[in-house]
């Protein structure tokens, strides 16, 4: 059982992170803590396993109990086989060579014998269904896989609550299923789980009680049948409006033909032939690996196409690099981090455009209205919230004031609130004659966003045609290249 | 050589590191690149070297091309057929033994788990790296930012080291919450894995260690 009374928090150096939190989990009961991003989840998390305070330090006030002990004086090594704790990160969460290695890596560490640690290793992956995986490296892992492993690696220990903090994440719907039918099985065995997230689904129904947390206070505390209106009045449930006024024109910006690409005898994409009209919004949908990033690199250069063509504005394009063709076709990836290196928004912003001699004052005036940035062009890139960072990366790309914008999965990592936000933003730059082109597993967002769906899987066009038509479409959903309808959003 | 004790891998692998810095002529250094290129097909090896080759090719053509014009041909060849030996060494080396093995074998000859723990994780992340490095080169390039090995690009490489720092960083901090929560700090760890050095291991050992002692007097002479 664990017990947080009047909890406030603040790591060293900022301001109250937590505000006063106050509630129980019970023996076998299946929590669920929802909230935006920045909303204290995650420093949550941190309190039930004594991370908070020793490790992160800062000033704690108020009193966590884990199993009648007291967080404050017991270290986090005494706690984690009381809190098996499962992090964001998967791949900090894995840290060895093989799946077998990272299994016992805990049991190693509680000191237990040989013997007994091989016997619980077989015991966890047969429960857990992994036996096949007991070889691989965790890098070589799916999405899914990943997360079950590293459910695995702390469910072995026996503790009594199993705490995951964004366990759905990036994952498809199919991983999404895997995992929650797997936290279902672990709750009926009579084990106490603790999900966090800022994805709300149907798994929300697989809870017994739900909490949402807002700026570092409990919002709402009940069922979580009953939450359904507080996640929507608090737009962690997004309320997507319309979709841009911009019609598509008839003339064909970009035209793949027969586009092929294999990587050692590999095929990833096979034949894939598709026509992007001036203008348009298109929705590249598909599982995690059905060659969706595969082919948006191919739109700016980033790989060469093993045979096919690619037409751009009429003109081939498959021979050339991405910095010919950077001024031409913007491509954004999952991650802002991996851009940037300027101390100011600024500058980053401005990064590209400078590098290809492009400023074009007016355009960038609109760039800082559209993303909101006015505010924050002084500040450092890495100092913003995750929303803010990821409005920041999207201005770096459109500053060169490409014809053709590309999004690769936009809304991993997002919360409900920038969910909405983004789909606005859309639909402006759609008004501003911005063909777009979004690869992304998020069919709600891509229903709210798109005019038009092409459905890939196993690196084939399997669909092409409108999101209302595709969305209920049983032969692709049995075929699993979609998901159901509201698969994502319950 | 699976079978093998990681102690009997590191020793054979430390002395035949040693064997390529022995040699001294460029002859025997030639036998030693053919022995090494005869052994890997044999270790099952062949085409992932063929694989990596295309990454220390620059290496080794680099020292070649700065010895020649600093010595001569003959000082050139020598240091470039060593390093090319050197990293073949070092590939077959870390081929054949995990990043465990290889903590599981310093623990073993005395050096702290803290210390052979770190080494081994980092070895682990190398792969994690140059994937994160392959995505920042594409974020970048897709924004006009080339950073494809060209002089005219060098001023461009802050683009690259800025966002490798800031994640590795970050990175680093969430590996050790990883740790600390499954109970790195604990005293009294176990280890399930039991190693022992067989007779025949310590006759291969032994043998290796002769034929190099026999090899050093023979260069010397």
Redesign the interface.
């Known amino acids: 059982m664990i017990r947080l009374r009047h909890i406030r928090y603040r790591y060293p150096h900022t301001g109250w992170v937590l505000k006063g939190v106050d509630f129980s989990v019970t023996d076998g009961e299946y929590l669920f803590i929802g909230g935006a991003n920045g909303s204290g989840k995650s420093t949550l998390a941190?309190l039930f396993?004594g991370?908070i305070p020793h490790?992160f330090g800062g000033t704690l006030q108020g009193t966590v109990t884990i199993d009648d002990l007291n967080t404050l004086e017991h270290?986090?090594?005494?706690l984690?086989?009381h809190v098996g704790?499962v992090?964001q990160?998967a791949?900090?969460?894995l840290?060895?060579?093989?799946v077998e290695?990272e299994i016992?890596?805990?049991?190693?560490?509680?000191?237990?014998?040989?013997g007994e640690?091989?016997n619980r290793i077989r015991e966890i992956c047969r429960t857990l269904k992994l036996e096949d995986l007991l070889g691989r490296s965790p890098?070589t892992l799916s999405g899914g896989e990943k997360r079950l492993v590293a459910i695995a690696?702390?469910l072995c220990l026996n503790p009594s609550v199993l705490l995951l903090d964004e366990p759905y994440g990036d994952l498809d719907w199919e991983a999404v299923e895997r995992v929650r039918q797997t936290l279902s099985e672990v709750n009926r065995s009579g084990k106490s789980i603790i999900v966090i997230e800022q994805r709300m689904g149907k798994f929300l129904h697989d809870t017994s009680r739900c909490l949402i947390l807002e700026q570092g206070k409990l919002l709402y505390q009940g069922s979580p049948q009953s939450a359904h209106e507080v996640l929507l009045n608090a737009h962690l449930l997004p309320h997507y409006s319309t979709r841009g006024n911009g019609a598509p024109g008839k003339e064909p910006l970009l035209i793949a033909q027969d586009l092929s690409y294999r990587i050692k005898e590999k095929e990833i994409l096979t034949g894939v032939s598709l026509e992007l009209r001036k203008g348009e919004t298109l929705a590249l949908i598909g599982r995690n690996g059905s060659g969706k990033t595969t082919l948006l690199?191919h739109f700016?250069g980033?790989l060469r196409p093993t045979s096919g063509r690619l037409t751009f504005k009429g003109e081939e394009i498959q021979d050339k690099?991405?910095?010919e063709l950077?001024?031409q076709v913007?491509?954004?990836?999952q991650?802002p981090?991996?851009?940037?290196?300027k101390y100011r928004v600024k500058d980053e912003v401005m990064?590209?455009?400078t590098?290809?001699r492009k400023i074009q004052e007016d355009w960038l005036q609109e760039m800082w209205q559209v993303f909101e940035l006015r505010a924050l062009l002084d500040r450092s890139p890495?100092r913003l919230s995750e929303g803010e960072k990821k409005r920041v990366s999207l201005a770096?790309?459109l500053?060169?004031r490409p014809k053709l914008l590309v999004l690769d999965e936009p809304t991993s990592g997002q919360d409900g609130r920038f969910r909405e936000a983004l789909a606005t933003l859309m639909a402006e730059l759609k008004n501003r004659g911005i063909t777009i082109v979004i690869a992304t597993h998020d069919l709600d967002f891509a229903q709210a966003v798109a005019d038009r769906w092409i459905v890939l899987h196993e690196g084939r066009v399997v669909a092409d045609g409108a999101p209302e038509d595709l969305w209920r479409d049983e032969g692709l959903i049995r075929l699993g290249a979609i998901g159901r309808p509201n698969s994502d959003v319950g | 050589m699976k079978r093998l004790d990681p102690r009997t891998k590191l020793g054979l692998g430390l002395m035949a590191i040693a064997a390529v810095f022995i040699a001294k002529e460029p002859k025997t250094l030639l036998v030693e690149s053919i022995v090494l290129l005869a052994a890997l097909p044999l270790l099952r090896m062949g085409k992932d070297l063929l694989h990596s080759l295309r990454y220390y090719w620059p290496m080794v053509g680099l020292v070649f091309i700065i010895a020649f014009f600093s010595f001569d041909l003959l000082v050139a060849l020598v240091l470039a057929v060593r390093l090319f030996n050197l990293l073949t060494v070092s590939f077959i080396f870390f081929r054949a033994v995990?990043?465990?093995e290889t903590g599981d074998a310093l623990q073993k000859i005395g050096v702290p788990y803290g210390l052979a723990f770190m080494l081994t994780?980092s070895m682990?992340?190398v792969?994690?790296i140059g994937q994160?490095i392959r995505?920042?080169i594409?974020?970048?390039?897709?924004?006009?930012?080339?950073l494809?090995l060209r002089l005219k690009n060098v001023g461009?490489f802050?683009?690259l080291?800025?966002?490798l720092l800031?994640?590795s960083f970050?990175?680093a901090d969430?590996?050790?919450?990883?740790?600390?929560?499954?109970?790195?700090?604990?005293q009294?760890?176990?280890?399930?894995?039991?190693y022992r050095i067989t007779f025949v291991e310590y006759g291969l050992l032994l043998s290796a260690l002769t034929l190099l002692v026999i090899f050093a007097w023979w260069e010397r002479g």
């Open positions: 941190y396993n991370l490790y270290k986090v090594f005494e984690f086989s704790l992090l990160n791949d900090a969460q840290f060895n060579s093989t290695d016992a890596f805990g049991l190693e560490s509680l000191g237990l014998p040989g640690i091989d890098a690696s702390v690199k700016n980033l690099a991405p910095s950077a001024d913007g491509l954004s990836f991650n981090n991996d851009q940037f290196f990064a590209g455009p590098i290809l890495y770096s790309i500053a060169t | 995990s990043p465990e994780t682990r992340y792969p994690l994160k995505h920042i594409e974020a970048q390039s897709s924004r006009g930012i080339d494809r461009n802050m683009a080291l800025m966002p800031a994640q970050v990175l969430e590996l050790a919450l990883a740790m600390e929560s499954r109970g790195f700090g604990r009294g760890r176990s280890s399930r894995k039991h």
